[in-house]
């Protein structure tokens, strides 16, 4: 965290000098700053990834589920990162059903880890290749949903299929294609996807691009109560608070449907599994 503050304070002033806040500045100055500002964004993300590697090998990485409409996270990932893909001369797209149901999940890590595995398919898919996000409900498992980043690019051999996702682990050959990063981006999504528990994987042929996928839960609303309404269960706490927050499909809702809304959830409270 401490090295946070200097490097936000070394790419604050070179944006002020990028802008011309600070100053006229030639080609050659602009051109010096902008290599200055992209290894100080790399130097962020670093560090960023050192931190979340710190709280997962000490038990503090923290994430808080509820209902996530996956279409909807994919949608947000892939018009963030269409730029860095075009850029690169790849195209990103996703294949998905609109009818998902939505999973049990972390929205913000979600996007976490379909970011590093796009960002992971930039770097190692060639110009005039393709990135292409899918999700489906996972045939091994109708409770879970299998979301899979899928790339036409070098691919890997078995031996590094195996280890690919290990603390600071780095394919040698690959390296010369990609920046000199830590080698925590897939290890970071190993930690969040097992915190979901799910569990995630990759299948690769050298030279025939690669497949990573993960599963998270489906959102079941009988699943996350059976456990707290079930009688008889000496688990159950001695007290349990639900909030349920009741959401107009319009721009308001007249008293009485509220009433009647709210009423519907008292009986289903009261009536239990």
């Given at each position: 965290?401490?090295?946070r503050t ?5 790419y604050?002033?070179a944006t ?6 600070a ?7 602009r051109?010096?700053l902008?290599?200055?500002l ?12 050192l ?22 996270l994919v ?27 939505p999973?049990?999940a972390d929205?913000q ?17 060639p ?6 996000v899918?999700?489906r409900?996972?045939?091994e ?12 690019g070098?691919?890997?051999?078995p031996?590094?299929q195996?280890r ?8 040698e050959r690959?390296q010369?294609?990609?920046?000199q ?5 897939l ?5 969040l ?19 990573f ?6 959102f ?5 109560l ?14 349990t ?16 449907n509220l009433e ?7 009986k ?6």
């Amino acid at each position: 965290h401490e090295l946070r503050t200097p490097l936000a304070a070394i790419y604050q002033f070179a944006t002020i000098m990028a802008d011309g806040l600070a100053g006229e500045t030639s080609a050659e100055q602009r051109q010096y700053l902008d290599i200055l500002l992209r290894n100080a964004k790399e130097m962020r993300t670093m560090i960023g990834e050192l931190i979340e590697a710190t709280r997962a090998e000490t038990g503090k990485l923290r994430i808080r589920t509820r209902r996530a409409p996956v279409p909807q996270l994919v949608d947000e990932v892939v018009v963030t990162e269409h730029p860095i893909a075009m850029a690169k001369g790849i195209a990103l797209s996703a294949d998905l059903p609109r009818d998902l149901p939505p999973a049990h999940a972390d929205p913000q890590r979600v996007r976490q880890i379909l970011i590093n595995l796009i960002d992971n398919g930039i770097k190692f898919t060639p110009e005039n290749g393709s990135i292409t996000v899918h999700a489906r409900v996972w045939e091994e498992d109708p409770r879970m949903l299998c979301l899979s980043v899928q790339d036409t690019g070098m691919g890997m051999r078995p031996e590094v299929q195996d280890r690919v996702f290990e603390r600071l682990y780095q394919d040698e050959r690959s390296q010369s294609s990609s920046r000199q990063g830590l080698g925590l981006g897939l290890y970071i999504c190993k930690q969040l996807v097992a915190c979901h528990g799910g569990r995630i994987w990759v299948e690769s042929q050298a030279g025939s691009g690669s497949r990573f996928s993960f599963t998270l839960p489906i959102f079941s609303l009988t699943d996350l109560l059976e456990p707290v309404l079930r009688r008889g269960n000496a688990l159950v706490p001695a007290a349990t608070l639900f909030v349920v927050d009741v959401v107009p499909a319009g721009r308001f809702l007249p008293r009485r449907n509220l009433e009647t809304a709210l009423l519907e959830c008292r009986k289903l409270f009261e009536a239990g599994p």
